[in-house]
Nanobody
Framework: QVQLVESGGGLVQAGGSLRLSCTASGRTISSYTMGWFRQAPGKEREFVAA????????SYADSVKGRSTISRDNAKNMAYLQMNSVRPEDTAAYYCAAGVIYSAKYYDRREYEHWGQGTQVTVSS
């Protein structure tokens, strides 16, 4: 079993930047696809970004493409999400996820087996 804990959330002004971290324990994450999702009040959890187990391929939602970077450090058992030029629409609880995914459905939350508790990001206008 893998336990995931997110950190780095908080209050940030529009146009600013933040860096979210995901720390894994229990097992190594080297064989997992790592993903970031977010959920605003009253809305479903939506895909933000994913990185494959090799670290050589990344994917992003259109809403964050060009201003976000997902990365991982398997030696440290961690994953990260860097977001620049944040907008009020980015306000949400952000969740780290891990899963063994063989298909191209890295954007589907149902493909992920392990989830963190979430960290709140609030962007002021």
């Amino acid at each position: 079993q893998v336990q995931l804990v997110e950190s780095g959330g908080g209050l940030v002004q529009a146009g600013g930047s933040l860096r979210l971290s995901c720390t894994a324990s229990g097992r190594t994450i080297s064989s997992y696809t790592m993903g970031w999702f977010r959920q605003a009040p009253g809305k479903e959890r939506e895909f933000v970004a994913a990185i494959r187990w090799s670290g050589g391929r990344t994917s992003y939602a259109d809403s964050v493409k060009g201003r976000s970077t997902i990365s991982r450090d398997n030696a440290k058992n961690m994953a990260y999400l860097q977001m620049n030029s944040v907008r009020p629409e980015d306000t949400a609880a952000y969740y780290c996820a891990a899963g063994v995914i063989y298909s191209a459905k890295y954007y589907d939350r149902r493909e992920y087996e392990h989830w963190g508790q979430g960290t709140q990001v609030t962007v002021s206008s």
